[in-house]
Each structure stands twice: as structure tokens, then as C-alpha cells.
């Protein structure tokens, strides 16, 4: 049911990142990277409408061990069926494309793994900005001009580029830069006054936003450890907390992102679900009275 202004979204897409699952080891030796991953999928499965597409902008597996990513495949596939989403794969720093080939789609390939989704019209396009041996980012020639004649065709829905090194500045982590994607304006020029609505990045370790040839660039935190974008007296800090994912809900002519945080909080204040179906037997002017007037019996406890 609407309550407001607007209808609701076309699509949801679910967007997370940098979960760095290991074979048989804590990160660092403290973080349960299985633990957190399971985690998001968890309120992920809470949600309603459920997403259509999981994106995961890249480093799904810390070293890239075959196992790593068949306990991903084992933890994700089966809940994101469960919500019926499609599940959108990116490479990260931390991926290799041969094992990232091999292990996720089965076959034997160490080229760059740039794919295109068709999320009922959403065109969601999956492109590697790794560089092998390396941390930084880049997109070669050939990878330009093949987003280039993606682009050229217009999806029903417009599209959202996913890639794991997001081509914004990096004001709160300086040191970062040194490893961002590089020669961001000959990316600029491919996506500028195309369809492309939003681009997802991860790499960071906390979430971040900014624009980029006109378009909306949301990052997502990790859902292993964060980078922590305020530390005392630390160059750089590693944290376990404030891990979160991203959720987009696209509308005809926006999209609205938001951060979900995957640690659950205590609760101060609230109503159970089963308000909902009392709040939709309101009519339109009741429901307004009710919740917004600071008069309401809504707000006599407070």
C-alpha cells in the first residue's frame, strides 16, 4: 500500500560488498568473515519487497582459495533463491580471475570478467577493474569500448554499472587513493549521457557517495571488517564493527539508496508488525492525523 507521495520502486536491488571469505582461517585472526556475510543475508531476507539482484562489488574471497568460493556459493545461492534474486558477481583486488572464472561459472578463462544482467528490464553490468599482481584499479581499451556498445543500446530501465574500485575521491582515507582506479576520466567519457543511473562500488570498507560524470556513485562497506574514516592517532584502522550493506530502490526517474547496518541494536522505541494491517484500514486522512499530528495517541508516552 502506498502511504505517500510515491509509488513503489520498480526494482530493489541489494548491494553488498567485500565479504573476504576465507577457506579455514578468521581474518586477521579475529574476524569470522562467514559469520558477517550471513549476517546481511539475514536482513536481507527480512526485507518486503524482497530484492531482485544481489550485487557484491567484488573481493568475495580474501585469497582467492577455491574453497573460499564454494562456501560462498554455498552460503548465497541458497538465500538468494529464497528471495528469488539474482545474484551479480564482480571481481575485486583480492579475486583472481582464473579461480574467480572457475569457480564461480565454471570455466577455465583468465580475461576479464565483465558481464551484462537483465534484471526484469534493469540492466545491471558487472565489469573488472582489477589489475593482476595489483591493488589499484584500472579498465583497459578493449574493456572501454566493450561498455561503449553496451551503452550504445538503452535498457528498458537504465543501467547500473557495478565494479569494485569506485571512481570517486577518497577525502576520509587518504592512503586509499594510492589505490583507486585510475585514469577515471576515460571512464567518464564512455558513461557520460548514457542510461547508466548509478554506479556501485566497493574496496573502501565503509560506505561513501559522490557523483561521477553525472551519475550517482553509492559505495558499500564490507560486511568483514571496516575501515574506520574517523581513527585516533591511527594512519589507517582496521575495525570489527559498523559493518553494513546497501539497499537501492529504483523508481521511475531516481533511485534512492540506503545503508542497512548488519548488526542488529537494541531497541527503544517501535510497534509490531502486525500494525501495519491496522494503519492500511485507515483512510489516507486518518493515517495522516494519526501520525502526524503531535497530538496523537501515538505520541502520548513520549
Same mark, same amino acid.
Given at each position: 500500500?502506498?502511504? =505517500?507521495?510515491?509509488?513503489?520502486?520498480?526494482?530493489?536491488?541489494?548491494?553488498?560488498?567485500?565479504?573476504?571469505?576465507?577457506?579455514?582461517?578468521?581474518? &586477521?585472526?579475529? %574476524?569470522?568473515?562467514?559469520?558477517?556475510?550471513?549476517?546481511?543475508?539475514?536482513?536481507?531476507?527480512?526485507?518486503?519487497?524482497?530484492?531482485?539482484?544481489?550485487?557484491?562489488? =567484488?573481493?568475495?574471497?580474501?585469497?582467492?582459495?577455491?574453497?573460499?568460493?564454494?562456501?560462498?556459493?554455498?552460503?548465497?545461492?541458497?538465500?538468494?533463491?529464497?528471495?528469488?534474486?539474482? $545474484?551479480?558477481? $564482480?571481481?575485486?583486488?583480492?579475486?583472481?580471475?582464473?579461480?574467480?572464472?572457475?569457480?564461480?561459472? =565454471?570455466?577455465?578463462?583468465? @580475461?576479464?570478467?565483465?558481464?551484462?544482467?537483465?534484471?526484469?528490464?534493469?540492466? %545491471?553490468?558487472?565489469?573488472?577493474? #582489477?589489475?593482476?599482481? &595489483?591493488?589499484?584499479?584500472?579498465?583497459?581499451?578493449?574493456?572501454?569500448?566493450? @561498455?561503449?556498445? $553496451?551503452?550504445?543500446?538503452?535498457?528498458?530501465?537504465? #543501467?547500473?554499472?557495478?565494479?569494485?574500485?569506485?571512481?570517486? !575521491?577518497?577525502?576520509?582515507? !587518504?592512503?586509499?587513493?594510492?589505490?583507486?582506479?585510475?585514469?577515471?576520466?576515460?571512464?567518464?567519457?564512455?558513461?557520460?549521457?548514457?542510461?547508466?543511473?548509478?554506479?556501485?562500488?566497493?574496496?573502501?570498507?565503509?560506505?561513501?557517495?559522490?557523483?561521477?560524470?553525472?551519475?550517482?556513485?553509492? $559505495?558499500?562497506?564490507? #560486511?568483514? &571488517?571496516? =575501515?574506520?574514516?574517523?581513527?585516533?592517532?591511527?594512519?589507517?584502522?582496521?575495525?570489527?564493527?559498523?559493518?553494513?550493506?546497501?539497499? @537501492?530502490?529504483?523508481?521511475?526517474?531516481?533511485?534512492?539508496?540506503?545503508?542497512?547496518?548488519?548488526?542488529?541494536?537494541?531497541?527503544?522505541?517501535? &510497534?509490531?508488525?502486525?500494525?501495519?494491517?491496522?494503519?492500511?484500514? @485507515?483512510?489516507?486522512?486518518?493515517?495522516?492525523?494519526?501520525?502526524?499530528?503531535? #497530538?496523537?495517541?501515538?505520541?502520548?508516552?513520549?
Amino acid at each position: 500500500m502506498q502511504f =505517500g507521495q510515491y509509488p513503489s520502486p520498480g526494482h530493489v536491488v541489494a548491494h553488498l560488498s567485500d565479504p573476504h571469505l576465507l577457506a579455514d582461517a578468521l581474518q &586477521y585472526g579475529v %574476524i569470522d568473515t562467514e559469520a558477517g556475510l550471513e549476517l546481511a543475508l539475514a536482513r536481507l531476507a527480512r526485507l518486503d519487497p524482497a530484492p531482485q539482484a544481489l550485487v557484491f562489488t =567484488g573481493d568475495l574471497a580474501d585469497k582467492a582459495e577455491p574453497k573460499a568460493y564454494a562456501r560462498l556459493r554455498e552460503i548465497v545461492e541458497p538465500a538468494a533463491a529464497a528471495m528469488g534474486a539474482e $545474484v551479480v558477481w $564482480v571481481m575485486g583486488n583480492h579475486d583472481e580471475r582464473a579461480t574467480y572464472a572457475r569457480e564461480l561459472f =565454471g570455466e577455465d578463462s583468465e @580475461l576479464t570478467q565483465d558481464r551484462v544482467y537483465d534484471v526484469d528490464g534493469l540492466r %545491471i553490468v558487472s565489469i573488472d577493474s #582489477t589489475v593482476p599482481g &595489483y591493488h589499484h584499479g584500472e579498465l583497459s581499451d578493449e574493456q572501454l569500448a566493450w @561498455l561503449g556498445d $553496451v551503452l550504445a543500446t538503452p535498457a528498458p530501465h537504465g #543501467t547500473v554499472l557495478a565494479m569494485h574500485h569506485p571512481p570517486i !575521491p577518497v577525502p576520509m582515507m !587518504p592512503v586509499a587513493a594510492i589505490i583507486e582506479l585510475l585514469d577515471q576520466h576515460r571512464l567518464a567519457d564512455v558513461v557520460a549521457g548514457s542510461d547508466v543511473r548509478a554506479i556501485l562500488g566497493g574496496h573502501f570498507h565503509f560506505s561513501s557517495h559522490s557523483m561521477f560524470a553525472g551519475i550517482p556513485v553509492s $559505495v558499500a562497506s564490507a #560486511t568483514c &571488517y571496516t =575501515g574506520d574514516p574517523a581513527p585516533l592517532d591511527r594512519f589507517v584502522s582496521g575495525v570489527d564493527g559498523h559493518q553494513a550493506i546497501s539497499m @537501492l530502490h529504483v523508481y521511475d526517474d531516481r533511485i534512492v539508496h540506503t545503508i542497512v547496518p548488519v548488526e542488529d541494536a537494541p531497541e527503544v522505541s517501535g &510497534y509490531p508488525s502486525d500494525v501495519r494491517a491496522q494503519f492500511e484500514a @485507515l483512510s489516507p486522512e486518518e493515517r495522516h492525523e494519526l501520525v502526524s499530528s503531535k #497530538t496523537s495517541p501515538l505520541y502520548a508516552g513520549e
